[in-house]
């Protein structure tokens, strides 16, 4: 178990997953009681950070789950070399692959601390009532949070809504509508319970307006349009304050995190054991304790990105190597292919240079010097600048810039780095509207300026005018993948626009990977009558006799 000192005594109260028990178990160890842990303001606070901490570090963080994997399955990264993370995406994943269960048992942690906080503050007289009413609220927020994540990975789960001994908790799979009706549930009473803003000193706790967002994202993955709308127009007025921050980047960068954009973001710190992995699984090897690329920038997004007059990249005249002969033409054909890029994107989308790091590009690495993505990279290696490392040299792969520290700003190592992960950005809340909206009532005025505020930002011209409801629809998915590329939203959206298993040339999940050679390093492979569902953890199928599998995972 990971705790930190400030916690441990309370992680210590409320954990329950064992290694060797069901991974539901929820029956508080060294018995303890919920009534022993909630005896004052301050012990009951501490509890929930509780729920905080391992939300960050166990439902979202692991290095070798949630976001790494997301994002190498959907269509805006990659993993190459990596057995692990590239099994899921070429369709070769078991109910045995490791990180299936570690993202299964990570997500229901948080939702075990939840339960115990929410039965412990009910009715409770030696906490502050306000407080208590508070607290309560944020532990519905996480354990709807998971459940959410739970329902669109897994489909029916468990749901387990309060502590209970672990001869109870070997329980059948709950059909997933009402895993759906309880998320909306806690996201509900969340919001009556949840302040609008806080002082200082609680920056990064849950607020009304995290709730709010998180159950307009429900309905409207459950197609819920209007309602969906409804709740996301509240966030676009008083007493709500968001906005987006001028600099697309400032997002992404732990000194400009927790900025007015920012609906929500798991906090991390420079810590030992603190910190966020994304400098380890996005980073490259040019960081000051060096990334080891787990994810990579799919090009699929030169398709997407655009000039910033809304016209597309002429793709058709990259430079191929096949082209090139004689005793220098590695060299010159380098040559030639970073000039390509460097003036075909030159006045690109602003969101395409601050996500990822193209070649030509440079990025401020470790001993706070820059360092040049060229090719080939053994030609460069006594460059000025030097080139940047990557941990697959030989082939063209794009790093990933979103999230990364910068220079030797990382005093601690690759595994921990000190950028927040944002959950819920206002850009994504402005989006999420305009889609809702487009298809309760087509392409409205309100869609328009929603759309446009985020492309305004980016530096692109506004949308033209006259849409229909289908141009509108696919140009607010194009938008989305500009915006929130990385960030473990993408995955998700292909999957509930039901295009992951097509071969659409943006959206679909069935396609060449290809590096910024456009050469071919594999296929990506998603089934339509299996992959729209991860599988139930196959050792809990073992724990847990009442446990059915999901269609084609056995």
Not at 100 to 107: A, D, V
Not at 229 to 244: K, R, V
Request: charged share 20%; net charge negative.
């Amino acid at each position: 178990m990971k705790s930190k000192v400030y916690i441990m005594g309370i992680l210590f109260a409320l954990a329950c997953v064992g290694c060797k028990k069901n991974l539901l178990d929820t029956t508080p160890p060294y018995g303890f009681s919920s009534a022993e842990i909630f005896e004052s303001d301050e012990s009951a606070t501490m509890a929930v950070n509780g729920i905080y901490e391992s939300a960050a570090q166990d439902a979202f963080n692991a290095r070798y789950g949630f976001l790494q994997n997301i994002t190498n399955a959907g269509p805006d990264g990659y993993s190459y070399g990596r057995p692990g993370p590239t099994s899921l995406s070429m369709g070769l994943a078991t109910n045995r692959s490791s990180f299936f269960e570690s993202i299964y048992e990570g997500l229901y942690k948080p939702i075990v601390y939840a339960n115990a906080v929410i039965a412990g503050l009910k009715d409770n007289k030696n906490v502050t009532s306000e407080l208590g009413s508070r607290l309560i609220g944020e532990a519905e927020f996480f354990r709807g949070l998971c459940y959410f994540y739970l329902w669109n990975l897994y489909g029916d789960v468990v749901l387990i809504d309060k502590p209970m001994p672990t001869s109870e908790t070997f329980l059948p799979r709950t059909p997933v509508e009402e895993v759906q009706d309880s998320v909306i549930e806690d996201f509900t009473d969340a919001i009556s319970r949840l302040p609008v803003s806080y002082s200082s000193t609680d920056l990064g706790r849950v607020t009304k307006g995290a709730a709010i967002a998180m159950l307009g994202k429900t309905y409207l993955y459950l197609q819920q349009w209007k309602e969906a709308e409804d709740q996301f127009a509240l966030l676009l007025n008083t007493p709500y304050n968001y906005d987006l921050v001028s600099n697309f980047g400032d997002n992404f960068y732990w000194q400009t995190q927790n900025n007015k954009e920012s609906v929500f973001e798991l906090q991390y710190s420079m810590e030992p054991g603190m910190g966020s992995p994304f400098d380890d699984m996005y980073g490259n090897r040019s960081l000051s304790k060096g990334g080891e690329d787990f994810c990579e920038a799919s090009t699929t997004a030169l398709k997407v990105f655009t000039h910033q007059d809304g016209t597309p990249f002429n793709l058709t005249t990259i430079p191929r190597e096949s082209d090139y002969s004689g005793s220098n033409a590695d060299v010159n054909y380098g040559i030639d292919l970073m000039n390509w890029y460097d003036t075909t994107f030159q006045d690109a989308d602003v969101r395409l240079r601050q996500s990822m790091i193209l070649p030509a590009d440079s990025f401020l690495g470790k001993t706070n010097i820059y360092y040049k993505v060229y090719w080939p990279y053994k030609n460069y290696l006594h460059a000025t600048p030097p080139p940047l490392r990557t941990t697959w040299n030989t082939i063209g792969v794009i790093p990933i810039r979103k999230f990364l520290m910068l220079g030797d700003e990382n005093i601690l190592t690759d595994i921990d780095c000190a950028t927040n992960y944002p959950m819920i950005r206002f850009a994504d809340v402005l989006l999420m509207y305009a889609e809702a909206t487009n298809e309760a009532e087509g392409p409205t005025q309100g869609v328009y300026d929603a759309v446009n505020r985020v492309r305004n930002r980016a530096k692109v011209v506004d949308l033209p005018t006259g849409l229909s409801q289908e141009d509108m629809r696919r140009d607010i998915r194009l938008e989305r993948y500009k915006e929130l590329m990385f960030e473990g939203v993408l995955y998700f959206d292909v999957k509930r626009w039901h295009l992951a298993s097509t071969t659409d040339s943006i959206f679909g999940l069935n396609k060449d990977v290809i590096d910024f050679r456009f050469d071919t390093l594999y296929q990506k492979a998603f089934r339509e009558d299996r992959d729209y569902l991860w599988p139930i953890p196959g050792q809990e199928i073992d724990l847990n006799p009442k446990m059915t599998q999901n269609p084609n995972w056995e």
